[in-house]
């Protein structure tokens, strides 16, 4: 079992900035790739990013890529989403998830997810 907490959610006007953050406990040892992924209301979840336990390898959608950076630390078992240049289209639940292949797109890649953090955006 992995249990993942994740934390930093919040109200944030359009072009400010969160950290989101995933403390994972458990059986973390067995776990190959960790993921954020979000969901707006109405919507599928989709991938927002992903990052490699041990090796640091980082995959990000195409609508993140330059204002999302994940990355992790693994003395803390903490995996972090920096959200920059935030938009009105980025409200969402942001979850986070812990997987134990490499793939990381997907979201059926992964057997564990946190409870999610809100992320809303005003603009």
């Known amino acids: 079992q992995v249990q993942l907490v994740e934390s930093g959610g919040g109200l944030v006007q359009a072009g400010g900035s969160l950290r989101l953050s995933c403390a994972a406990s458990g059986r973390t040892f067995s776990v190959r790739t960790m993921g954020w992924f979000r969901q707006a209301p109405g919507k599928e979840r989709e991938f927002v990013a992903a990052?490699?336990?041990?090796?640091?390898?980082?995959y990000y959608a195409d609508s993140v890529k330059g204002r999302f950076t994940i990355s992790r630390d693994n003395a803390k078992n903490t995996v972090y989403l920096q959200i920059n240049s935030l938009k009105p289209e980025d409200t969402a639940v942001y979850y986070c998830a812990a997987g134990f292949t490499s793939t990381a797109t997907t979201r059926y890649a992964y057997a564990y997810w946190g409870q999610g953090t809100q992320v809303t955006v005003s603009s």
């Open positions: 990052i490699s336990w041990s090796g640091g390898n980082t």
